[in-house]
């Protein structure tokens, strides 16, 4: 019975991702991107996440066509960044930036993305000081109030009101292989996600 319910599950998310994706991202496409996939206790969510900031490395044009170029914000903030100068630098850069390999998971990162997204999800803090998680030798992203793999990658990359660009920097350095991401509740964003990033 056990084995059943595990099959329908896995189908079932084959079939989300199909159908969602379908219309703008090869298989194939989905399929290099979907790095984290079959790592069980990661949400789908977390999993989502990776596999847009993945497409964004792999396939920067199309990234630019199928995603950028219509993303203006989210259902609940509205288009927040439909005129914003980050997102039309990130659209620049797209344009012209050469493919990075996909990141893969790594459950160190994701042991200390988990245990600080926590500690802020309760804490109800932002930024990057922990109190009692180790800091480890991470590139960091920290994201607040997104409910999507999509909208969290699409905060990240786009770095809207973020000067340095740092998110942005860290999703596509080339010199990163690995990731991990944890999205737990937050008591003043409702939702944070914390991503690490290591090489």
């Not at 994706?21 to 949400?43: G, P, R």
């Amino acid at each position: 019975m056990n084995k059943i319910r595990t099959l329908a599950v896995a189908l079932l998310l084959v079939l989300k991702f199909s159908s969602v994706y379908a219309q703008k991202w090869t298989t194939q496409q989905i399929s290099e991107a979907n790095t984290a996939k079959d790592i069980m206790y990661l949400t789908d969510v977390e999993k989502e996440c990776v596999m847009y900031i993945n497409l964004c490395r792999l396939y920067p044009k199309d990234f630019l066509k199928n995603e950028v170029s219509t993303y203006y914000g989210t259902e609940k903030y509205g288009d927040y960044v439909k005129d914003s100068e980050y997102r039309t630098s990130l659209m620049l850069l797209l344009k012209s930036m050469e493919p990075v390999k996909a990141l893969y998971f790594d459950l160190d990162a994701y042991t200390n993305a988990h245990c600080f997204a926590k500690e802020q999800g309760i804490a109800g803090t932002t930024g990057h000081v922990r109190i009692n998680c180790d800091k480890g030798n991470y590139a960091e992203c920290c994201s607040y109030g997104m409910h999507t793999g999509k909208d969290i990658a699409m905060q990240f990359l786009i770095d809207h009101n973020v000067p340095g660009l740092g998110h942005r920097k860290n999703c596509l350095n080339v010199k990163y292989t690995k990731i991990g991401v944890s999205v737990n509740p937050h008591t003043k964003y409702d939702v944070c996600a914390v991503v690490d990033m290591i090489w």
